[in-house]
């Protein structure tokens, strides 16, 4: 392995979703270690228990349950996240859980995902789950969706089944709001075409697996158009040496923001001008998502934590009324009129659950009007009312600025996430 | 294409980190970095210089002691903390024993490991702490994988791994009751080998035990340990010279070294790029039980 060819390697995040027994542990496990990514000690470990449950095989499922209750129950939990990499790029993968009640935890993995991996069955096909999973990565905008259809070995590495299967999924995902969609037929137990290519389907002759992983085109997941920086921290020295100095650390949102633009400063509407974009390694031209920065003005303009910097022409949405969609992770349902803490980039302020509009059957897409109780893993429209204008851009326009979650004031979880339309 | 627009993915790890060291700042009142001396938390105390320039970091270093340090691990954390120009904070696990907070253990195998736990948890109390920093990797242990970014911690300091809060994009919710602490991860993504490379790339100065060096030791249950006053020899353990150096640094009772000849930051990058044992292989505290990182965070471990 070549350090240098390493040390410019891209990020690539991706999640995996499939039901109870789609397989998908084992597809991680088959990923970590066809690309030599499990340690002896790893290996070693696994095929002991596999061995003492008298399994045939070395269950490559188990490099992936954590945590105790979910060895005993054969089942994932929660949320796991899984590193390796290839001399091409360096992967995080959200290994989240299929089955209904834990749909937060799908959320929350594909919240930062550039691809989501769904998982079918090729016996049963695109099932309800299936649905719903693809629903979720189209909700919460995953760019590039990859249908792996799996344990091609159970139907004797049949085409016709494949083209079935891709032939139903494009007819539902017609109907979603999602652009990139590929399929890969693989055994994830035998390894077809997971890291290596299949043998057995020399019908198929797409790539593998991992190919698409390390070269699906990830460079235009960012939004490099509307400016936006949320200051996130004011750094004031106070020494001698940096006696003037006020920078507005934070992470760029969205945009290019270069030394000398002109400049507008929410929600005061002042202007100014860029005189330097600070880093530790020294002065920088320009910043871009997703860097972390410290930006100083020409002016002596009093900005604080949850104030935006944008560009004078570009300006977002600046409003205390927000349509958006819910996802509910709590037990304690949704209240119409009931209030809540609001966060939205480093913005935090309280808000009022002006009105339900509907809920989102996540199988069908059906929109019910009727039905306001919003419980756990429901999704809802709903408009929410902020105590004090927020400046945001829609979801599908920027992750970033168009994401919210709320909090329950009370026990102080974390019961909702928004994408704002 | 906007391929100019793009970051190596060690850059983008490190605007993570900053990002959510900074959060650590402005959303709490009374944080604190958790210092080890290994090189994690040596990573740790870089990025936050980094996300404070041309400020000093605005909160303290805290070191839990336990006395069987290696003694380079002092020395060095030293000359940080004045570089640095920060606070030192030090809770002493020999205090504790001393005072009865928690009970040596006896025997071959003894180690002050465990009694970190209530060592640390007593010093956060005590500094009135809200929340701690630490250098933990989810790639480092499997109960680890699923930790969050922002770990909410009861006010007994335990870990509830099937009730954590979501963490959606960058949103991190540190709302608390009265009591109650975070610990804050900002390294979670780093795996060893990212770790590694970006101190070698960013020229960050190391303790000498990460490097390959002459050292008294002997093998016990396959396991490279350093001779030293703080350990008891079985009579069959035979102290020999050997070429080692460490991959973590922990105590001298329980960690591991490796063979090695990697005397350079660039040879240990290759050794990690091409070895076939996890990191945490080399510590015996580990290899207690198969779930012993789950029960120990649970009870509050680091």
Known sequence: ?421 | MSNNYSLSHLKELESESIFIIREVAAQFQNPVLMFSGGKDSILMTYLAAKAFHPAKIPFPLLHVDTGHNFPETIEFRDRLVEKLGVKLMVGSVQEGIDKGLVTEEKGFNASRNGLQTAVLLESLEKGKYDAALGGARRDEEKARAKERFFSHRDEFGQWEPKNQRPELWNLFNSKKHFGEHFRVFPISNWTELDVWQYLAEEGVELPSLYMAHERDCFIRDGIILAESDVIQRRPDEEVKKMRVRFRTIGDMTCTGAVESDADTLEKVIEEVATTRITERGGRSDDKRSETSMEDRKKQGYF
């Not at chain 1, 920078?247 to 400063?265: C, E, I, Q, S, T």
């Not at chain 1, 998502?289 to 570009?314: A, K």
């Open chain 1, 1 to 421: 392995m070549s350090i240098d060819i390493q040390h410019q390697t891209e990020l690539l995040r991706f999640t995996t979703a499939g039901s109870v027994d789609d397989g998908k542990s084992t597809l991680i496990g088959r990923l970590l270690y066809d690309s030599k990514s499990i340690f002896e000690d790893q290996y070693e470990q696994i095929k002991q228990t596999s061995e003492r449950r008298g399994e045939e095989t070395v269950n490559l499922a188990l490099l992936t349950d954590g945590l105790k209750s979910e060895r005993e129950q054969g089942i994932t939990i929660d949320v796991a996240y899984r590193y390796f990499a290839t001399p091409k790029r360096k992967f995080i993968i959200a290994d989240t859980p299929g089955h209904i009640q834990y749909t937060r935890n799908m959320v929350t993995g594909a919240s930062t995902a550039n691809v989501a991996l769904i998982l079918v069955d090729a016996r049963h096909g695109v099932i309800e789950q299936t649905k719903r999973h693809a629903i979720i990565a189209s909700l919460l905008q995953i760019p590039h969706i990859v249908l792996c259809v799996n344990k091609m070995d159970l139907v004797d590495y049949e085409e016709k089944r494949f083209e079935d299967i891709k032939e139903d999924f494009s007819q539902f995902a017609s109907k979603l709001d999602v652009s990139d969609i590929d399929f890969i037929p693989i055994s994830a137990l035998n390894g077809d075409n997971v890291v290596n290519k299949s043998t057995n389907m020399d019908w198929y002759d797409g790539s593998t697996l991992m190919y698409y992983l390390e070269n699906v085109h990830i460079g235009s997941d960012h939004n490099l158009i509307d400016c936006r920086f949320p200051v996130q921290f004011v750094i004031r020295p106070y020494s001698d040496e940096y006696h003037d100095y006020r920078g507005y650390a934070g992470r760029v949102a969205g945009g290019v923001f270069k030394k000398g633009d002109k400049v507008m400063l929410l929600p005061s509407g002042f202007t100014s001008t860029i005189a330097k974009i600070d880093t530790y390694d020294g002065e920088i031209n320009e910043a871009h998502p997703p860097q972390s920065v410290t930006i100083l003005l020409e002016d002596d303009l009093d900005l604080s934590r949850g104030d935006m910097i944008i560009r004078e022409n570009n300006k977002p949405d600046i409003d205390q009324d927000v349509e958006v969609m819910i996802c509910w992770f709590n037990p304690k349902t949704l209240q119409e009129r009931g209030k809540y803490t609001l966060i939205h980039t480093t913005q935090e302020v309280r808000c009022m659950v002006k009105e339900i509009r509907y809920k989102l059957d996540i199988n069908t897409l059906h929109r019910n009007l009727e039905d306001k109780s919003i419980g756990m893993n429901d999704i809802a429209r709903v408009v929410l009312r902020t105590t004090k204008p927020i400046f945001f851009d829609s979801y599908r326009r920027n992750r970033n600025t168009g994401s919210i979650i709320l909090i329950d004031e009370a026990t102080n979880e974390t019961v909702g996430a928004g994408m704002i339309i």
